[in-house]
């Protein structure tokens, strides 16, 4: 779903106001906005669709613009979307697209954040929509960046998506959501009007957005106890491959989004090495010392039953891994999930017996260790009899649907034929979750013969 460029330039003008005559780069003593009177799971309700408005100056939106460098990262150890060491990763990435952080005003209903720091985020879905001259482009809003002890419900970073890939505006967010109920992490989620309002321009609906919770030390904190852990977010389809002693080597496939200590790169290097060298004895006995087995394998059956290529599965990508400081085994969390529920590709016929690309030694490796594997098909057993039902996808777009549609009117009235078809469930996420339930049950029933 590919919106016209008209939208994107009218969210960000009304906040100028709210600064008042001072430049917003000399907006370093504003006075902190703490939300404490909704909790975390209150502003991340399905049904809720938020207002959002973000204004910031003319400056401040030309800064904005995505900057065009000198491109593509490695292509070795299978890093086929590595972008430039010390930059993002991802397709959009690789080409030399960059995205900085501007000053601007974050207004939500009633709430206003002031000195927030705002760019664009994404790739495949950021050259979706600006190769079709769209301006609705998934931001990331830091509320603590500049303004320190700024929260909302002790939230310092959102993720606004843009859903263009999705003409249902619900499959990441009923992903998310199925991970979840799966007992396996993954962010929270809501709604939101998008506004855009720039000094000296009209201000613009740039249309109805999903905020994502932002996977940090708050998700941690809140779901462990603790904000300490390294928190990586890998793009190589060699996920845990021996690359050598020296951490140089890793950083940029595994892309830390915290300060890792010695100990912790070589807790990744050693694990590498055990998938890459050990033999399948040692790598059974060993491997839940590493990994999280239980936790991973409820992510991995909702993985693999919904079937995502864009993923850990074959692009290795859209997930972020948790070295949890206690146990020192890794995590994994969800993300990404838009091209869930055969979005892009119908994989409803991959088989839960051998979904993942056939260079991916650890995941090869690990569905080999029988352990494992019997936890594995005991959670796709499970959810298939309590979770991968089609009848709880149709009450969920059914809820979700009505909330969201006059939001997606507004944005314009050719995208409600789509949404409409999900809603009724004769095209996307209810086909896809019917016809895939069957062939999973199916192959669960094979599997199990002698």
């Given amino acids: ?117 705002v760019r664009y985020k994404g790739n495949g879905s950021y050259l979706r929509a600006s190769r079709a001259g769209s301006d609705k482009i998934s931001l990331k809003v830091d509320l ?6 700024q929260k909302l419900a002790g939230l310092t ?17 009923l992903a998310y959501r199925l991970y979840r109920d799966a007992g396996a992490l993954a962010p929270r989620t809501a709604y939101a009007q998008v506004y855009l309002d720039v000094d000296g321009q009209s201000e613009r609906y740039l249309g109805l957005y999903s905020i994502s919770e932002n996977v940090d030390e708050n998700f941690f904190e809140e779901r462990f106890g603790t904000k300490k852990g390294a928190i990586l977010k890998p793009s190589t389809q060699d996920l845990f491959t021996d690359w050598g002693p020296e951490w140089p080597a890793y950083n940029q496939a595994y892309d830390p989004k915290t300060d890792l200590t010695d100990a912790q790169k070589q807790r990744i290097i050693a694990l590498g090495r055990l998938v890459s060298g050990a033999s399948d004895e040692a790598f059974a006995a060993a491997i839940g010392d590493y990994v999280d087995l239980d936790d991973f394998a409820r992510y991995f059956a909702v993985l693999v039953w919904l079937a995502n290529h864009d993923s850990l599965l074959q ?24 091209f ?41 057993t499970e959810f298939s009899e309590r979770l991968f039902v089609a009848d709880r996808f149709k009450q969920q777009v059914g809820e979700i649907g009505p909330a969201i549609r006059p939001s997606v009117a507004q944005e314009g009235a050719e995208w409600l034929d789509g949404l409409d078809r999900v809603i009724a469930g004769t095209s996307g996420i209810v086909p896809y979750v019917t016809s895939r339930a069957a062939f999973v049950n199916a192959e669960l029933v094979k ?3 002698p």
């Fill in 157 to 173: 970073t959102l993720n606004f998506q843009n859903n263009i890939t999705d003409v249902g505006w619900m499959n990441e967010v």
């Fill in 315 to 338: 692009n290795g990508q859209n997930f972020y891994t948790y070295l949890h400081p206690d146990t020192n085994r890794m995590h994994f969390i969800a993300w990404d999930q838009d």
């Fill in 1 to 117: 779903m590919i919106q016209p460029q008209h939208r994107l330039m009218a969210v960000l003008v009304a906040g100028l106001a709210l600064l008042g005559t001072a430049p917003f780069a000399a907006r370093q003593d504003a006075t902190p906005t703490n939300i404490t009177s909704i909790r975390a799971a209150e502003f991340f309700t399905p049904t809720k669709v938020w207002t959002a408005h973000l204004s910031m100056s003319a400056e401040a939106w030309k800064a904005m613009q995505p900057q065009y460098g000198a491109g593509g990262g490695s292509g070795g150890f299978g890093n086929r979307f590595l972008g430039p060491p010390g930059g993002r990763n991802g397709v959009a990435a690789r080409q030399g697209i960059e995205f900085d952080y501007v000053r601007a005003t974050l207004r939500i209903d009633d709430w206003t954040f002031r000195d927030v720091a």
């Fill in 144 to 149: 603590n960046k500049h303004v320190k002890g």
């Fill in 447 to 449: 599997g199990q013969k």
């Fill in 340 to 380: 869930s529920f055969g979005n892009s590709r119908n994989n409803g016929s991959w088989s839960i017996y051998n979904s993942w690309s056939g260079g991916n030694r650890f995941l090869s490796r690990l569905n080999n260790v029988a352990a494992f594997r019997a936890k594995y098909l005991a959670r796709m």
